[in-house]
């Protein structure tokens, strides 16, 4: 990790500082960008609403459905529902994932071009798209753009995290947490990351 992002939560934040201090293997919270858009948001749809566990293990399975382990659009549409759910997903995933796969082929959404739109460009973009909401968008910004100053209030473990690390007694509102996550900008992804790895110290 680079040392400014180090330095800035060192002053910005000690209690996230402190968290990033009992982390090995700091390179791993870096953004970076993927090679795979639409595998990643095939994979961000299947993870909603799944814990980390299950949403890994059922895109495993998912992407041993396709020839080589590629997943793309054109072989996607040539599976069937019912061999989509064996593996995992449900059907209302199952309907949006074909939906993703239609609009890709058709170019109604093109990823590439989304890589020089600002972070609100790209999710209102995103959202148009049948079964992408806010957080499979941010995840996608996150994990996929490898953009650094991203956070998502409607992730559960993020919520979690923060109310442990800032002695919340119950779940904050958007509000209370905007006054912590305020302080990370611009690196709120870092934060995100390092909230996450928080939840496994």
């Known amino acids: 990790m680079n040392q400014r992002v180090k330095s800035h939560f060192q ?4 209690i996230l500082f402190g968290v990033l201090q009992k982390i090995e293997k700091k390179d791993e919270l870096v953004p970076r960008k993927s090679d795979d858009y639409f595998s990643d948001i095939c994979q961000a749809i299947i993870n909603q609403q799944l814990s980390d566990k299950a ?13 080589h382990g590629k997943v793309t659009p054109q072989s996607l549409m040539r599976l069937s529902d019912t061999q989509i759910r064996a593996v995992g997903p449900s059907g209302s995933k199952v309907q949006f994932l074909k939906s993703l796969a239609r609009s890709v082929i058709a170019k ?7 890589e020089t739109l600002s972070d609100e460009d790209v999710r209102k973009e995103l959202v148009k798209l049948k079964g992408i909401g806010p957080w499979t968008a941010e995840m ?3 994990f996929s753009l490898g953009r650094e100053d991203v956070f998502s209030y409607g992730d559960l473990g993020l919520r979690r995290a923060i109310q442990k690390l800032y002695n919340f007694k119950k779940e904050p509102t958007k509000r ?18 390092i909230l996450w790895r928080s939840l496994e110290i």
């Open 11 to 14: 002053k910005a934040d000690p």
């Open 55 to 67: 949403g890994a293990t059922i895109f495993k399975r998912f992407v041993h459905l396709f020839p």
């Open 108 to 114: 109604e959404i093109v990823f590439t071009a989304l």
């Open 140 to 142: 996608f910004l996150m």
């Open 176 to 193: 209370q947490m905007e006054k912590v996550t305020n302080r990370w900008m611009p690196y709120r992804t870092y934060a995100c990351r």
